[in-house]
């Protein structure tokens, strides 16, 4: 059974910074193109930002200049740092693995991060 384990979210207050990562197991990490997407109550999901099998980099408008995304394949994670959060970045995010091969997708469980004074 594959898995992608989200850790890291929490409260923060605006300006602050968050970790989070993604474990993932039970596939060939290499050969899975990785995203993070996030979820706030009441909107459709969004993808934050991106890494392809190449380490190619994609993000959001939104955060831009704020995060980044990075993957190490010998440890089968993705993180994503969060700078200078803001309140709009409050929402669950997601772990995305998809198969460039297949096209399949994984999703993790989800982590909260909410920014709140």
């Known amino acids: 059974q594959v898995q992608l384990v989200e850790s890291g979210g929490g409260l923060v207050q605006p300006g602050g910074s968050l970790r989070l990562s993604c474990a993932a197991s039970r596939i060939r990490f290499e050969v899975y193109h990785m995203g993070w997407y996030r979820q706030a109550p009441g909107k459709q999901r969004e993808l934050v930002a991106s890494i392809n099998v190449g380490s190619t980099t994609n993000y959001a408008d939104s955060v831009k200049g704020r995060f980044t995304i990075s993957r190490d394949n010998a440890k089968n994670t993705v993180d994503l740092q969060m700078n200078s959060l803001k309140f709009e970045d409050t929402a669950v995010y997601s772990c995305?693995?998809?198969?460039?091969?297949?096209?399949?997708?994984?999703w993790g469980q989800g982590t909260q991060v909410t920014v709140s004074s």
């Open positions: 995305n693995a998809k198969s460039a091969i297949s096209g399949f997708n994984y």
